[in-house]
């Protein structure tokens, strides 16, 4: 992929700890995000999947491709009777220039709640 200095995209280390709640529940609380600035976009933070309660997620059959990052698998979430389809994305083999995020999860902001704190 050429770079398009229209859609510039910057990861940088996010500076605090950050969990991720959803369903009154907390599924990630990392010290390790990372914040990806993409063009006009907000910016979307990325959580460690080690990081990432992962009993709360199933792989789900969608796919998207995006010309800057690679493809895009999903998960959706469930606890108990609550689910939300493909409410988390994951670049598992980005292109090259986003080999940063391997390995990092995602997640939709109008599904979970991130809270942010300097308190280990």
């Keep these: 992929m050429q ?5 510039a995209i910057r990861i940088v280390p996010h500076p605090a700890r950050l969990r991720v709640v959803w369903n009154g529940t907390v ?13 006009s976009y907000p910016p979307v933070p990325y959580v460690p999947r080690a990081d ?21 698998t999903y998960f959706s979430l469930q606890s108990g009777d609550v689910a939300v389809n493909d409410a988390v994305w994951s670049y598992e083999t980005p292109f090259p220039a986003m080999k940063s995020i391997a390995g ?12 942010e704190n300097n308190a280990p």
């Design 52 to 72: 990432v309660d992962m009993t709360l997620l199933t792989k789900s059959p969608r796919k998207t491709h995006c010309p800057y990052k690679g493809e895009a």
């Design 104 to 115: 990092y999860l995602a997640f939709n902001p109008k599904e979970a709640e991130f809270v």
């Design 3 to 7: 770079a398009n200095p229209n859609h």
């Design 27 to 39: 599924i990630a609380d990392t010290t390790d995000a990372l914040m990806l600035h993409e063009a």
